[in-house]
Structure formats: structure tokens, C-alpha cells
């Protein structure tokens, strides 16, 4: 039978009710699913980050073809791999001669931009469909922030929170409040019962893609096995019910704490599975609405976690496609240091970033506090180049896609927007990582001291940053104390803190 719709199945699009199968017919529609080497290597994944998607691809072909679906797939390693989107939907095109191609919008601004120069490279018309699976899209968000001098999060949340209904009394927030993030900050002891995530034996499939990947990324950052990862829908299904089982009660409370020996705590580790469609984001908040109601699970975890995905995930999602291309180029504080080669080696007596970077190379997997307030509060007090620290959270993270990295990299973690995201930026001294963490007690440096060879780095460095970029921040009324404790400090103790961090900056390889 003749080809009515080529229908191309992206990597993070592995859901069944993707909006490119909404309207498809199995009989007359032909899906392509492709590994290519162009989204692989641009910026170079973590290993397990490539094998997860490989692995899930190829699992998720299966399935619709078990479903009845006619799916084309091609395997990195095919002789006739073009290596792109284009040269692949072009080869399809010449083989199957459709009426015309349609796929769900992508993910990057990048990959957007490539598909609508496709109806005149292909000559053929090219639907490029709603991504449903969010809840607003990229009109609504638009609509949403026209007008408005600031785009806060918080009140982008609650009219997200009216929309689906989630932790709603009617008109009122559930509880009283919209908000129980006062709630959630307790620093963790070390002697907490903590759960450990859902982990996957590696079938078949898996195996067979970590053989590949080995052998044809060896020069990829981060390590490959063990690897754990579910990487069917159904497993990330378990992997959920182990979460709202044994972790999501004290999610809320240690959301922003950090021990040395826990590498998740109470966090959910369900970013990649929802970010590549195995699992869907609303359908997530309702199973955690529901543990809530039924008494499994407290409000101020319920909301919090609901506040991640309906608020925070689709709040960046709708700034990147609001401020891309331009966004990935700002830099509002001109820094421009290169990137440690730490961030790759873990090579650092820094114990907090050698912690953050050594798991962040064996898991793929940092939760939030570590890549705010460890790696990318040093890299913005040291002045790293955003689009550097960009690359390398890209790289380095099982769930990382531009739309929802960069964002939270450039915007919320580094402001290198000038305070899009965030009415301050995060920046914080040794102080704060001793409060929420263990790490400072197995740590060479001193977090007490503030200036001198052994005091903690981050220490000088905060002082340092605030006084370098005085013109830019001074006039933010959220820092105004913190300017005025410089303004009474000692000359010399002033003295102290700038010798201090130059020091530190002049030893940065
Ligand atoms: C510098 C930096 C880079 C980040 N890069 C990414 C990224 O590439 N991909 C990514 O999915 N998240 C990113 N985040 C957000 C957040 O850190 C991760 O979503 C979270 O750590 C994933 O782990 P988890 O599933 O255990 O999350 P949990 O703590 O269990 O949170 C529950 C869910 O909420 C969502 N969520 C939480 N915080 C955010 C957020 N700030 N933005 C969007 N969704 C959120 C995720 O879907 C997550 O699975 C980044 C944050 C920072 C500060
Ligand atoms: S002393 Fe400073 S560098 Fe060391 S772990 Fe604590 S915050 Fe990190």
C-alpha cells in the first residue's frame, strides 16, 4: 500500500499518545525512528545518557510494533546512516514516497529550525504538530507572559495548578497555601533510612547498546555500567510506584539537603523517564495527588514535587522557546573564565564539587541542590563562561535537553540572563553548603575560615563575585544587606578577600 504520512518518531518523544500518532492510521502510515549520530556528538552525552535512549528507543520501536504500527528503524551502526534528522527523513522520503512527513515539535530550538527548512529540501509539506504531552504550550505561555514585566514562576504555577485542578479546594489552594517551600529545607543526618531508586537489570536490548556505545563513544565523558536505568514505559512505571512508596513522604522535608553517601536522598530520579516520554508529567502529579489524598504522603511533599513538574518543568520549557535563539547567547556578568578541567576529572580537594562531579560521572545523575548550589554556584562566583557550563550540564545528564537545561543553567543557576528566572542570583559562601550537607567535615578546606590558603573556597569567591559585579547588583534591593555587611567590613579585611580569590581564580586550569 502506498504511503500516506511518514510519521518521525524523535528520542525523547517515547510515548503512545504522542500527538504524531493521534490522527495516524496503521494501515497507510509508515513511523521512522532514527540513531544518529549528529544529535549524539553535538555536544559529547554522558554514555549512559546515549545507552538509555538507545536502549529506550529500541524498546519503544518494539512495542508500537507489537501494537500494530509499520516502524522503520535505523541502528547507529547501519551502513547507510546518513547521521542526521534530515538526511534520514530525506532517504525515507525517496524510499517510501509519502503524501507528506509529520512529527511532534522538538524539543530544541536547533532541531525546530532544521525541520521547517524541510518543506522546501524535501518538497513536500511537513506538519509539525503540538507537543501535548506539555500541559501549557508554547501559545498559551506566550500569551501568558505578554505584557508582564516580570515572569515569576510562582504565579505562572498557581494558574497551572487552576488549570489541572492538582491540590485544589475548589477555588482554593489545597491547605491554605500555594506554597509549602518553608517546610522544605531541613539539612538530612546521616542516619536516616534512605531508599535507593528503582534499578533495571539490563536485558537483550540494553546489553547489545551498551556493547555499542563502548565501543563507538569511548571518548565520551562518564561511565557506563552499571547501568540501571528502566528504559521500557512499564519500568519506569515500577520505577515511579517504588518512588511514591518509599520516598515521596520525605521528599519535601530534605529537598534541599545533600549528604556525601546518598547520591539521591528522598528525590524522585523520574526526570529522564518523563523528559524522553516513558512517563507522562500530568499523569505523574495525579499519582501523587492521590497518595496525598489517601494519607501516604504529606501535603508539604505532594505540593512541592507537583510544583517541579507542573510549575518549574513547564515554566522553563516556555522561557526557552520564549527568549530562543538569542537566549543561549546572553551573558549578563561578560564572564568569561573556561571551564575547569575539573568538571571532567573530579580532579579537585573541593570536597562538595569532587562529590557532585564523581557521581555526576558514575550516575549521570545530579539531583537540583547539587547542580544549583555546588557546580553551578562555584562556576558563577569563579566567573565560568555560561556557554561553557552550558555545554557541560548538556553533556553531562541522563535527562538533559536543551529546552529544559539551558534555562535552568543559564537562567536560574548562573543569571547570566540578568534575572529572568530568578530575582537574585544563587549565590552563597561555604556557609550555606556546611548547613545543608555533610561534605565540609571530609573536606581539606575549612569552611569556617573566610580568607587564607586552607579557608573554603567558596568563601572568598562569593565576596569576590558580589564586589566584581557591584555595578550590575548592586541596585537589587534582595541584596542590599549583603552589600551593606561589605560596606562596614575593614579595608583590610576586605584586602583579604579579594588576594584571597585571585589566588584561587589564578590556580583554575
Ligand atoms: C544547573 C541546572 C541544570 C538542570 N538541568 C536539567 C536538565 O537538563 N533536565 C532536567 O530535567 N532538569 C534539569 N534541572 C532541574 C532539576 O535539577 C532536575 O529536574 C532534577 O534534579 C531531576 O532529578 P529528579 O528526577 O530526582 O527530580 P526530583 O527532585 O525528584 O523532582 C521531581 C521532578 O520535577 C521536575 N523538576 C524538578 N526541578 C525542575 C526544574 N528546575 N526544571 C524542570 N523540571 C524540574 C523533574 O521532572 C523531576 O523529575 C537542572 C537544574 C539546574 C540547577
Ligand atoms: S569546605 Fe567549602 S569546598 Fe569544602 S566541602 Fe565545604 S563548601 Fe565545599
Known amino acids: 500500500m502506498k504511503t500516506r504520512s511518514l510519521i518521525l518518531i524523535l528520542g525523547d518523544q517515547l510515548s503512545p499518545a504522542i500527538s504524531s500518532l493521534k490522527a495516524a492510521d496503521r494501515q497507510c502510515d509508515r513511523l521512522l525512528m532514527v540513531e544518529v549520530a549528529e544529535e549524539a556528538t553535538y555536544v559529547r552525552h554522558h554514555r549512559k545518557k546515549i545507552a538509555f535512549l538507545f536502549s529506550a528507543m529500541r524498546h519503544h520501536a518494539a512495542a508500537l510494533r507489537d501494537a500494530g504500527w509499520q516502524v522503520d528503524y535505523l541502528q547507529f551502526d547501519a551502513a547507510e ?139 565520551h565523558f562518564g561511565d557506563l555500567t552499571p547501568f540501571w536505568f528502566a528504559v521500557t514505559a512499564s519500568e519506569a512505571e515500577a520505577a515511579l510506584d517504588h518512588f511514591i512508596e518509599r520516598a515521596l513522604p520525605s521528599f519535601g522535608d530534605y529537598q534541599d539537603a ?71 547567547e546572553e551573558n549578563f556578568f561578560a564572564a568569561d573564565r573556561p571551564l575547569p578541567d575539573f568538571y571532567w576529572t573530579a580532579d579537585t580537594q573541593m570536597a562538595c564539587l569532587k562529590a557532585a562531579i564523581t557521581q555526576t560521572r558514575e550516575e549521570a545523575y545530579a539531583h537540583h541542590i547539587q547542580r544549583l548550589m555546588v557546580t553551578g554556584n562555584f562556576a558563577m562566583l569563579a566567573g565560568i563562561n555560561p556557554k561553557q557550563v552550558h555545554e557541560w550540564y548538556l553533556a553531562v545528564y541522563a535527562d ?92 583590610e579585611k576586605q584586602r583579604d578577600y579579594r588576594e584571597s580569590a585571585a589566588g584561587i581564580l589564578a590556580k583554575l586550569k
Open 81 to 219: 546512516n546518513t547521521g542526521s534528522f534530515t538526511g534520514e527523513v530525506a532517504r525515507a522520503v525517496r524510499r517510501l514516497r509519502p503524501q507528506r512527513v509529520v512529527v511532534t515539535e522538538p524539543g530544541e530550538w536547533r532541531v525546530r529550525a532544521a525541520m521547517d527548512r524541510w518543506p522546501a529540501e524535501l518538497g513536500l509539506p511537513v506538519e509539525i504538530l503540538d507537543d501535548v504531552r506539555f500541559l501549557c504550550s508554547r501559545a498559551a505561555f506566550a500569551d501568558w507572559a505578554a505584557g508582564r514585566k516580570q515572569l515569576r514562576m510562582e504565579f505562572f504555577y498557581r494558574e497551572m495548578r487552576r488549570k489541572t485542578g492538582l491540590l485544589m479546594d475548589g477555588e482554593q489552594p489545597e491547605g491554605g497555601k500555594w506554597n509549602f517551600d518553608a517546610q522544605n529545607r531541613k539539612p538530612a543526618k546521616a542516619d536516616l533510612f534512605i531508599p535507593q531508586p528503582h534499578r533495571v537489570e539490563p536485558d537483550a536490548i540494553t546489553k547489545e547498546v551498551l556493547t555499542l556505545v563502548g565501543a563507538r563513544f569511548g571518548d
Open 258 to 328: 545533600m549528604l556525601a553517601d546518598q547520591r539521591f536522598l528522598y528525590h524522585s530520579v523520574l526526570s529522564l523517564y518523563i523528559n524522553a516520554g516513558l512517563l507522562d508529567p500530568l499523569a505523574v502529579c495525579r499519582r501523587v495527588e492521590a497518595a496525598y489524598r489517601a494519607g501516604q504522603a504529606p501535603l508539604n511533599a505532594a505540593e512541592g514535587f507537583i510544583r517541579q513538574i507542573i510549575g518549574w518543568r513547564e515554566y522553563v520549557r516556555g522561557l526557552y522557546w520564549l527568549k530562543m535563539p538569542g537566549y543561549v
Open 400 to 491: 538533559a535537553y536543551e529546552w529544559v537545561e539551558l534555562p535552568n543553567t543559564l537562567g536560574m543557576s548562573q543569571f547570566a540572563d540578568g534575572g529572568l528566572l530568578g530575582s537574585k542570583p544563587y549565590a552563597a559562601s561555604g556557609n550555606y553548603i556546611n548547613r545543608m550537607s555533610d561534605y565540609c567535615g571530609r573536606c581539606p578546606y575549612d569552611v569556617k575560615q573566610k580568607t587564607g590558603e586552607r579557608a573554603c573556597p567558596f568563601n572568598p569567591l562569593y565576596w569576590d563575585f558580589l564586589v566584581r559585579n557591584e555595578d550590575r547588583l548592586r541596585g537589587n534591593p534582595r541584596l542590599a544587606q549583603v552589600y551593606r555587611t561589605w560596606d562596614r567590613m575593614s579595608e
